[in-house]
DNA sequence: AAGGCGAATTAGAACGATTCAATCGCCGCC
DNA sequence: GGCGGCGATTGAATCGTTCTAATTCGCCTT
């Protein structure tokens, strides 16, 4: 019999209520499903008789406030639309699901307000562990978590002050080896396409193109700078780009992501402007869409799948062992993929 | 004083600490975390300040469990890789910020088991309600949600029982319209690649297409069943119609969505077919990237974010008054979008 | 047959916030 | 001066599960 029941409405079975269907106590019947291996199988065998009968689904609210923490994973991505991120947060789902563990995501959408009231959530909800790549300056806010324990591991971004573990990748060779890739093919000025300067992947990667820009000798950058990072910003850049007296226009764009790369192109193409002949492209990340561009994009690749599984991982093991002395970064290297967008002299 | 001191750690701030450092009970900080009317001005500023000063974040465990439900809302969405899903997620995200209501956002990959795996999650923590795009069979554990006081509304999939309110996009006029425009421009085989073939938008817009095609009279559609709907399966769907013998081979391609389209696009491409001349090609859902493919992509433009907003709009209306004695359907138009793939005759 | 042991089970106290009913203080009015 | 009334505050109970410490029971040993 249930312990309370309305006329209408059949209250929702408890443990109370599957223990008393079993015959047995509530702490028997929370000892078969956390650990069974306490409880007798004839017991453990009416228990689940009467969970199934009874459809008992157990409040894990109730749950987390004893056990003082939630197992859940909360993970805050920079920009949803990106299949570079949705790319990461697929990996980060494959270690997850195989330890059972729930992942929460959330989209910051590049907004600092979004991505404070994501980590208000996580705070509140006591969660476990949280993987962030981070858009505003919540260093003071990550350092809070950590105190109150609950783990974290930054993804695709460095902690400068090595405070906290991470996984990424290497941004200053990707801002090289494409910058070199464009003077080789004898490109001169560069269109550096991407924003907010602030953020972190867009830094390393300009100023890794700068200094190799330095390096060649008569390689010269000019920026152009973003408030996001999407197809349209990149339409916008390109129109920023042709504004400029015939003189100073690039003869290539170096994009801080692909999206920002396929506006770009669309831009170009709709001015007239031939790529690569006249202005060469290349973008960033190798998501699935570069290769299937109108013309193809070069780009460089990010492992990003594997970023996230060795950010999960990573995080489990901080998870694991919290006051564990050293902090670990992971680096990751991205690769070149050249494709009709820069090819040829 | 904090009511517990670890010589090492620093208990975590509760009410009760913020309560005694502003001279206050409880009860009172609680009244003022959620009915500031019921505090006077002068002990609301004190207990802001002890607040501040602890750095006391409320434990959402013990507030859930008290008043019985979580005020978070999940989204199962079918694969979050595809732009058409994560847009609909941020036209929902747009709609519950607003409302400051966490979303918790679930990826079913189209694979059942992770789809029931999100929903024991919801489930357990009584979330207040939850949009899903069904994979399997769920209707039975919905019903058991709602039963259990989880509002539930169906997202781009009509419920056939019209037990649950759902907001959808009209994949039988989608579907139409895609095969009357592959016929208008003189095409007769069709080959309609998607799967797996249970899937409601892919029952509905070969059935449709079928429905069109017959109509016309000369017009035949060779059905391609694939496992998923992304790229790689429309490469493989591609070479099933491309080891047919050239008497049956189709002269077009309606691909169940754009990544199978873009798949298809390249496959054929590689494998030397002109697209369109010998083969066009149209896809479903007019992603951002339709348009700046290789050869940029006709297809049938989906309202996604529009979707996404109006599904979470409508699931705040069912919170709001679950009794509410309709179930409400809401049914948008697609639309047609013509470019290059199926250009000319 | 008494004692001891271990496995299985259980009573009851947490976990931390919220809420209801009850109390407190204070003011104004007769 | 006493009393009604009202806003502000509070004590204590409650949400459902888990954990600790204690109990029960059957069986083996000596």
Do not use: C
Request: hydrophobic share 45%; net charge neutral; proline share 4%.
């Amino acid at each position: 019999m249930l312990n309370r029941v309305n006329l209408l409405v059949m209250a929702v079975a408890q443990v109370r209520d599957v223990a008393a269907l079993a015959g047995v106590s509530p702490a028997t019947v929370s000892n078969a499903l956390n650990h069974p291996a306490k409880v007798s199988p004839a017991t453990l065998a009416r228990i689940q008789a009467a969970i199934d009968e009874l459809g008992y689904i157990r409040n894990d609210a109730a749950r987390q406030l004893r056990a003082g923490t939630n197992d859940a994973i909360g993970m805050i991505v920079l920009d949803i639309a990106n299949p570079f991120f949705t790319d990461v947060a697929r990996g980060v789902e494959d270690v997850l699901i195989a330890e059972s563990r729930p992942l929460i995501l959330g989209n910051s959408a590049q907004e600092p307000s979004r991505e404070t009231s994501y980590l208000d959530l996580f705070e509140q909800q006591r969660m476990s562990g949280v993987l962030i790549t981070p858009v505003g300056d919540v260093m003071d806010r990550l350092r809070r978590l950590r105190d109150r324990g609950t783990s974290v591991v930054l993804v695709d971004r460095m902690s400068r002050a090595k405070e906290f573990s991470s996984v990424s990748i290497d941004d200053k060779m990707g801002g090289r080896i494409a910058t070199e890739h464009l003077l080789e093919i004898g490109r001169r000025r560069i269109g550096f396409i991407g924003g907010p300067a602030g953020l972190a992947q867009v830094k390393t990667r300009l100023a890794a193109a700068r200094a190799a820009a330095e390096k060649h000798g008569s390689g010269e950058i000019v920026f152009v700078e973003t408030e996001t990072m999407n197809a349209q910003a990149g339409r916008w850049g390109a129109e920023q780009l042709l504004e400029l007296p015939r003189t100073q226009r690039p003869d290539a764009v170096f994009a801080a992501n692909d999206l920002v790369a396929l506006g770009v192109l669309q831009a170009l193409t709709l001015a007239g402007v031939r790529v690569p002949d006249d202005i060469a492209i290349i973008g960033y990340d190798d998501i699935e869409f570069a290769a299937s561009a109108a013309i193809p994009l070069s780009s460089v690749r990010q492992p990003a799948q594997q970023l996230g599984s060795a950010a999960a991982t990573l995080l489990l093991d901080v998870i694991a062992d919290p006051a564990g002395s050293t902090v670990k970064h992971t680096t990751l290297k991205p690769e070149l993929v050249i494709r009709r967008s820069t090819a040829g002299a």
